[in-house]
């Protein structure tokens, strides 16, 4: 299955270049020229990853892009593509994994995209396995907590019946307890 790109740029001659680079490298690669497009497309596509120019159509037309991204149910990798580079903070701030820096060799944009991937990947592998197991352990704990129970439960009615007499026994108690107080009134009398 080739893992799909969304790239979002107001320059044609970006898109059109990185879109040449990514599918001969084997990526199935979408684009959109603003970033009201860009946020159409994560609507109704799947991505693994989202590349997006910071400033387009207006100054925060990528960090919506990216936060359209972070929103999306199926997590894709989100890189931040810009001419004028900005603080580590400032980028991770904005929601995006990676900073890229146009130009860019298109060796050293490979690498880095499939680095991003990569890392991306595993976060997302070791977030559903922890989810999964975060489910498990729950039944689990209710299931110990039911035999726990299930056992105090056997053990009191266990107790209750060595200790309770049965309805024959409390009925011959009764019976002694009362031949018992008879024959006591009847000495009284004599």
Known sequence: MKRRILL????VAVL???KAILEISGFEVDTAASGREGKSKLHT???HMVITDMRMENDAAGVEVIEAARSAPYHPAVALLT???IADEDWQE???DRMLVKPMHVRDLLVQIERLLATHESKLDIGNSAAAKKPAKAPAKKAVAASKSAGKKA???QTTKTVTPKKGAKKAA???VAKSQ???ALAKRT
């Open 8 to 11: 979002v740029d107001d320059e």
């Open 16 to 18: 059109l270049t990185m």
């Open 45 to 47: 596509r799947e991505y």
């Open 83 to 85: 001419a004028f580079p």
């Open 94 to 96: 904005m929601g995006a």
């Open 155 to 157: 053990s009191i009615k």
């Open 174 to 176: 009764k019976k002694s």
């Open 182 to 184: 008879a024959k006591k």
